[in-house]
């Protein structure tokens, strides 16, 4: 019986300009692919060859992303460093994303799916009959006159 591992196809991309690791700007990240065609492996490398890569820091935020502090690779207060710094921005930012959050709840004619993870809020907002009608009568959607 062959194992799914064998037959998947699976490309993974990993960012830390959107994570915890790059919050303040630091841009960096890596593909993994598995069981892709050759001839598409190859393409990847050509593409990736063509690609500046990140500057060191960068390149320094990806391989903490990968391969963070841990008991075989650093001393105890190196990881209890690192742990407390990660967990102290991950509670950073999950408190100022629940602000968001809160604040587009209490706004008029605005709904908003619970934030989950990370800084990324859609709020929907529900526009008036009249908005709606007005701009019809400028032949253009709602959204649209809403963002003129």
């Keep these: 019986m062959t194992d799914i591992r064998d037959k998947v196809m699976l490309v993974t991309l990993n960012s830390i300009s959107k994570g915890i690791l790059g919050e303040c700007g630091l841009r960096g990240g890596y593909m993994e ?5 050759p001839e598409v492996r190859n393409l990847l490398e050509k593409l990736k060859s063509m690609q500046l ?10 391989d903490m992303l990968v391969n963070p502090p841990s008991a075989a690779n650093a ?11 990660k967990q102290s ?9 629940l602000m968001i959050e809160e604040k587009l709840k209490k706004m008029e004619n605005i709904t ?7 800084m990324y809020a859609f709020p929907r907002v529900h526009f008036s009959e009249k908005a709606v009608m007005e701009a019809q009568t400028k032949k253009m ?3 649209l006159m809403y963002c003129l």
């Design 33 to 37: 692919v598995h069981n892709i065609d």
């Design 53 to 62: 890569c990140s500057n060191a820091i960068g390149q320094i935020g990806v």
């Design 75 to 85: 001393s105890p207060d190196t990881v209890l460093e690192y742990t407390t710094q």
């Design 89 to 97: 921005l991950f509670n950073s930012l999950q408190k100022r994303s």
């Design 112 to 118: 908003i799916a619970p934030v989950e993870g990370a």
């Design 141 to 143: 959607p709602a959204d």
